[in-house]
């Protein structure tokens, strides 16, 4: 049992340090830009006769070169997912149809009046990345 112990004692004592030497993991970054805050995407449900019948995701990030509205939207990106995700929701259940593609141009001016409400100023401008549509039967 001492001989046991005996090894055991250098095992932890190198452990700790090689845990810390470890190289630490990039992070992955959208763009060199600091400007640009990508949003996870979101996901509003495509009503179709009365039944929900597929999913909408969009895609997008804000470009914001104002410092202190970056902050800002950064503090009230809770408040501002939740205007994102009624918004989509809205425009999910009265104007996207299975059948035809959704206007982007649409999506996009209607994320940008969006922001510019729940911000109470312009200056955060919506890049639109993806619509995509996931069609159920």
Do not use: W
Request: charged fraction near 20%; include cysteine; glycine fraction near 4%.
């Amino acid at each position: 049992m001492r001989h046991f112990i005996a090894l055991l004692l250098p095992l932890a004592v190198i452990a700790p340090a090689q845990a810390d030497d470890a190289p630490q993991r990039a992070e992955h970054k959208i763009t060199q830009s600091v400007s640009y805050m990508m949003l996870e995407p979101f996901y509003a449900t495509i009503i179709n006769g009365g039944r929900p019948s597929g999913m909408l995701m969009v895609a997008f990030g804000l470009d914001i070169p104002d410092a202190t509205l970056r902050a800002t939207t950064e503090h009230a990106m809770p408040v501002l997912r939740d205007a994102y995700v009624r918004s989509l929701l809205t425009f999910s259940a009265t104007a996207v149809r299975v059948a035809q593609q959704p206007d982007v141009n649409e999506i996009c001016d209607r994320l940008q009046r969006v922001t510019d409400r729940t911000l109470k100023k312009k200056g955060a401008r919506v890049l639109l990345a993806q619509v995509a549509l996931r069609v159920t039967h």
